[in-house]
């Protein structure tokens, strides 16, 4: 699969190309990601649980699920131990489980296979940005979700992202709010800023 990528710094390069294996074989040695994702001034997964903790129906939404986790960020923003996490990294899930932040963190690409059991809600943080996923996955996420289920994600906000990255073209959900434009982090080597969003986006519900 080809589509345009972005380098560390935002800047797009064309026709990169999708590769699971090299995506597993640089986070499974990325054993500092946490630690540089956080010297870097990432605030995407704080900003994620503010936008969870606002939602009039939090309580009631008790099956929860993080894809693309990582180390699990989201969940130690979350604080609470009911969120089930879900990476392509096997290295990341191993930082994750033992990090004792999840209730579960199981190894599963969502380019390819949706979640193995059907959830409230859904968080993706940092996980939309060409190199990772794009909107071709959008399907698995919701056979991932119940009926009226949501996706709470970052969306990038660099220039032309949006539609090369599918979005425009998609069926799957309905957005339902964003957030504001922030910084999330600091470029790795030029120090320019990049910007994301928080949308929350709702499953349309089949017919």
Same mark, same amino acid.
């Given at each position: ?26 986070? &499974?040695?990325? #054993? ?20 969870? &903790? ?10 929860? @699920? ?10 130690? !923003? ?17 930082? !994750?489980?033992?990090? %004792?932040?999840? @209730? ?23 996980? +939309?940005?060409?190199?990772? !996923? ?5 399907? &698995?996420? !919701? ?18 992202? #949006?539609?090369? @990255? ?6 799957? +959900? ?16 030029? %120090?320019?800023?990049?910007? #994301? ?11």
């Amino acid at each position: 699969m080809q589509y345009p990528a972005y380098d560390p710094d935002g800047n797009i390069v064309r026709n990169a190309t999708y590769n699971v294996e090299a995506v597993k074989r640089r986070y &499974n040695a990325w #054993h500092t990601y946490e630690e540089e994702a956080l010297a870097l001034g990432c605030i995407s997964h704080e900003k994620i649980v503010e936008v969870m &903790n606002a939602l009039p129906d939090i309580d009631q939404r008790t099956d929860k @699920a993080d894809i693309g986790c990582g180390t699990g960020l989201v969940a130690k !923003a979350w604080r609470r131990q009911d969120m089930v996490g879900y990476d392509v990294s096997i290295g990341q899930v191993e930082i !994750a489980r033992a990090s %004792g932040r999840y @209730a579960r963190v199981s190894e599963l690409n969502i380019n390819e296979y949706p979640l193995p059991k059907k959830y409230d809600l859904i968080t993706a943080c940092d996980l +939309f940005n060409l190199t990772l !996923a794009t909107a071709d996955c959008l399907p &698995n996420v !919701a056979s991932s979700l119940k009926e009226g289920g949501l996706l709470i994600m970052t969306m990038p906000q660099h220039t032309g992202y #949006h539609d090369e @990255a599918g979005w425009q073209s998609q069926t799957s +959900f309905e957005l339902v709010s964003e957030t504001d434009e922030y910084v999330y982090c600091r470029g790795e080597n030029s %120090g320019n800023n990049k910007y #994301h969003k928080i949308q929350t986006w709702r499953k349309i519900n089949e017919q």
